[in-house]
């Protein structure tokens, strides 16, 4: 599904329009619960899936006499957080979607790429959530016929690194984010991930398209013993060449900073009374304040990590704007 979301990106005194939107994966619907998207269509060929304004590959196999996915995205409403083994590769730790969605989808290979489309070609991409897989959880919680159970003694981690191409030229930067990680020297913050957690990918710039690469460090002669999973929902996109009309709003309000970890800080001039509500990326309405011509400050402490919209309501007047809490 294509979710719309008219927001501001504020800058110095300013609104400046922006479109964005999110690929959810809550479609097509999944034919039955406990299931994930299978298609034996085109062996061998890719067989993916657009969600918003990207486009996900999908591979299956017929190569070592048996049907298998080999590679690529797919979708999944799989509820399967304790089943260890590959015959489990569908299903998400959380045993659901972020912030309770319905379905997300599973990465499967050290390496795959996701194409964005249509207005989101060459802008900028906000992020994603992420999460381990039940099949990588497991696997590194307690080990398994392929992969060793991670170990303090060892520094043993898994990460996922996120690169944009541009006009074919990757980024200079790039984004990590550790699955798992047991290098600190405090055994007791060793971790390995089990719920939805934010990743921000602004700084990698304008894209074309994303790379998402695995590491690990378990690894052996054929490559990453680790389990090359893991799932995705609700990616962010930014787009370009998008017509939208005048928020209303003038250079009256200024929001910071952005990201917030603790206070957020909105500041108006306006003669007017405004409502301002936060909601997150579903829509469900987080709080709601009212200031007028003074500076409020939103204690932002308490909420889970992840990308936040805020609403300012002057009568029948809405304009959107975006935060993220780190």
């Known amino acids: 599904m294509r979710k719309f979301l008219l927001s501001s990106l504020i800058v110095l005194a300013g609104f400046s329009s922006l479109a964005q939107t999110v690929a959810d994966f809550e479609t097509p619907v999944l034919p039955k619960s406990d299931t994930a998207y299978i298609n034996y269509s085109n062996y061998g060929k890719d067989v993916g899936f657009s969600s918003?304004?990207?486009?996900?590959?999908?591979v299956y196999d017929t190569s070592f006499g048996f049907e298998f996915w080999s590679s690529g995205f797919a979708y999944s409403n799989k509820r399967d957080s304790i089943t260890s083994g590959f015959m489990n590769s569908y299903s998400a730790k959380p045993a659901i979607g972020f912030a309770g969605s319905t379905q997300y989808?599973?990465?499967n290979g050290v390496q795959n790429t996701?194409?964005?489309?249509?207005?989101a070609m060459g802008a900028s991409v906000n992020g994603f959530y992420i999460t381990n897989s039940t099949y990588a959880f497991n696997s590194m919680r307690d080990g398994d016929g392929f992969a060793k159970k991670f170990k303090h003694s060892d520094s043993d981690f898994f990460r996922l690194d996120v690169f944009a191409y541009s006009k074919g030229a990757k980024s200079k930067d790039s984004v990590s984010f550790y699955l798992a990680d047991f290098r600190n020297?405090?055994?007791t913050k060793n971790y390995i991930i089990n719920d939805w957690s934010w990743v921000d990918l602004l700084k990698l710039g304008k894209a074309d398209s994303l790379l998402f690469r695995l590491q690990s460090s378990d690894n052996g002669s054929f490559g990453m013993n680790t389990p090359g999973f893991f799932c995705m929902d609700n990616l962010i996109t930014n787009e370009t060449n998008v017509s939208v009309k005048d928020l209303s709003v003038k250079a009256d309000i200024r929001m910071y900073p952005n990201p917030a970890s603790n206070v957020l800080?909105?500041?108006?001039?306006?003669?007017?009374?405004?409502?301002?509500?936060?909601?997150?990326?579903t829509g469900k309405l987080i709080a709601q304040y009212e200031f007028q011509n003074e500076k409020l400050e939103i204690n932002v402490s308490s909420l889970a990590s992840g990308t936040y919209i805020l609403n300012f309501r002057n009568g029948s007047q809405v304009t959107s704007s975006q935060f993220i809490k780190h």
């Open 265 to 281: 800080f909105i500041e108006s001039n306006l003669n007017e009374k405004q409502v301002v509500s936060i909601n997150d990326i």
């Open 185 to 187: 020297p405090d055994s």
């Open 52 to 58: 918003g304004l990207a486009y996900f590959p999908c």
């Open 105 to 107: 989808v599973v990465a």
């Open 114 to 119: 996701v194409r964005l489309t249509g207005a």
